[in-house]
């Protein structure tokens, strides 16, 4: 049983907006912090955004930073990213992530012990 279940990707136009969606376990959703990594081809993952559970803290790449938004929804235990602006550089597969530490938002891969399958997102210009 996958504990991280992404969707929402698509292809859209330079400008538009797309909405991700991550559904968690429910052993995962309380106490860790959840995060959106993404990958382009040829390129590391890096980080997006993230969100700690404890306090509700969130933090953005500088490259996202502004247009793009991370939020949880506790009753559905599913963590969103709306995504608006979107340029042709945002072009990757996008994973959710979880860390069990919980204690901060961690902006490097290997800091995350579970991950979803990713859902590609495609901007065209």
């Known amino acids: 049983q996958r504990q991280l279940v992404e969707s929402g990707g698509g292809l859209v136009q330079a400008g538009a907006s797309l909405r991700l969606s991550c559904v968690a376990s429910?052993?995962?959703?309380?106490?860790?912090?959840l995060a959106w990594f993404r990958q382009a081809p040829g390129k590391e993952r890096e980080f997006v955004a993230g969100?700690?559970?404890?306090?509700?803290?969130?933090s953005y790449s500088d490259s996202v930073k502004g247009r793009f938004i991370v939020s949880r929804d506790n009753a559905a235990s599913t963590m969103h990213l709306q995504m608006n602006s979107l340029e042709p550089e945002d072009t990757a597969v996008y994973y959710c992530?979880?860390?069990?530490?919980?204690?901060?938002?961690?902006?490097?891969?290997?800091?995350?012990?579970?991950w979803g399958q990713g859902t590609q997102v495609t901007v065209s210009s």
């Open positions: 992530a979880a860390d069990t530490g919980g204690l901060r938002i961690g902006t490097r891969a290997l800091e995350y012990e579970f």
């Open positions: 429910a052993r995962l959703w309380s106490r860790y912090t």
């Open positions: 969100s700690r559970w404890r306090d509700g803290a969130t």
